[in-house]
């Protein structure tokens, strides 16, 4: 009797199951699922723009006293001190700060020293017979300036934040003695003025984008069979792209490997493209390689982002990790959703979204797998 009443609880169990699968199943094909989840995203998925990396992007509005190469140590430690800077002015502790201008001071000369030490280090003697064929090679290596570039640009490494994080704290704990004695450094004025202008200078940015960025969305075989064309996905944000085009008359930057056949797509619609980033494979790639292309043209800490609405939120994170804030213009999709009534086309949405709904969640909790430079 007892074996009875479980096998009977089975059943009972696995058919609500199923009727819960059923339903879900139901669900999908319905044009909610897909609209619930591209609002879930649009609400999760952060999209505050990383100050440091965001540096990169503003190169022509540093100051004289933002001369230190972008990356490096001292680089690094003045966004500290600037940022620990900002922090204390908006929390309205005014008291502290001369105390943090002089554990900056204190910072400066401490990393000198580490400086110092390592030129030192370099100019040491070395007995040319002992040089071995790996010690030049590492010298090479040291030398190359392909890696000074790849530092350079690279803002956003953990190597940078981990740095960032160890000045933060230093500025903020590090003990010193008789600072309120010591008279006020009129530098103070000046950085003080100067975080003022660049938080002036941000929101302003905020309302003006410096070009168009375009994904691209795949491509495929024209009717024949025979040429390689764009898909429905990139012809449709290419289209979307005319009309922004139209309103704004912004550079166009072009991304992904489908880049020169949007390109040349562009040009058939009388409308010439010329910043192409044609080497990435992927979605992180896309904003990486289309971030260092745009500093090295000078710089846009505001972009226009034409992508699908699913693609979307998983983007504008990406590009806010390498410090470029975006304006989101969407693009439709191939396919239109139906009303309520399950559908095939209103599947397609839904399988777009699980999938940024998963890569979105991979990005957040595993981080990202793309080359740092092109």
């Known amino acids: 009797m007892k074996k009875t009443y479980w096998m009977v609880r089975l059943v009972q169990i696995a058919t609500v199951l199923f009727a819960l699968f059923a339903c879900l199943m139901v669900f999908i094909y319905t044009p909610f699922y897909s609209q619930m989840i591209v609002k879930g995203l649009n609400y999760f998925v952060p999209v505050e723009v990383n100050e440091v990396a965001a540096k990169s992007q503003k190169q022509a509005a540093l100051s004289d ?50 400086q110092q030490k390592e030129r030192d280090e370099k100019e040491k003697p070395v007995v040319p017979l002992l040089v071995s064929a790996t010690s030049e090679a590492s010298t090479q290596e040291l030398e190359d300036p392909a890696q000074k570039v790849k530092d350079l640009l690279e803002l956003n490494s953990s190597e940078n934040k981990e740095l960032m994080a160890q000045y933060i704290e230093f500025l903020n704990s590090h003990p010193i003695e008789q600072a309120a004695s010591e008279p006020v450094d009129e530098e103070i004025f ?40 764009v898909n429905n996905y990139t012809r449709l944000r290419l289209e979307t792209t005319l009309a922004v085009k139209n309103q704004y008359h912004l550079p166009i930057v072009l991304s992904g490997v489908e880049a020169p056949y949007m390109q040349r797509w562009l040009k058939n619609h009388d409308v010439d493209a010329k910043l192409l980033e044609d080497r990435s494979m992927n979605t992180c790639e896309n904003t990486r390689f289309s971030s260092l292309l745009l500093q090295k043209k000078g710089g846009a800490p505001t972009v226009i982002l034409i992508t699908d609405r699913y693609h979307m939120p998983r983007t504008r994170r990406l590009f806010a990790l390498n410090g470029i804030e975006t304006i989101p213009v969407e693009a439709p999709m191939p396919t239109s959703l139906t009303r309520w009534r399950p559908s095939e086309q209103n599947y397609d949405h839904s399988r777009r979204a699980n999938y940024e709904m998963l890569a979105t969640m991979r990005d957040m909790w595993f981080g990202t797998e793309c080359r740092e430079v092109p």
């Open 190 to 229: 000046k950085d003080i003025a100067l975080i003022h202008d660049q938080n002036q200078q941000k929101k302003a940015e905020q309302s003006e984008p410096y070009a168009i960025v375009v994904l691209g969305g795949g491509l495929t075989l024209d009717k024949k069979g025979k040429d390689i064309v």
């Open 65 to 114: 006293q933002d001369s230190y190469e972008p990356g490096s140590d001292m680089w690094i430690a003045r966004q500290a001190y600037l940022k620990v800077m900002e922090d204390a002015i908006k929390n309205k502790n005014s008291e502290n700060l001369t105390v943090i201008q002089t554990r900056y001071k204190a910072l400066q000369k401490l990393i000198e020293e580490d």
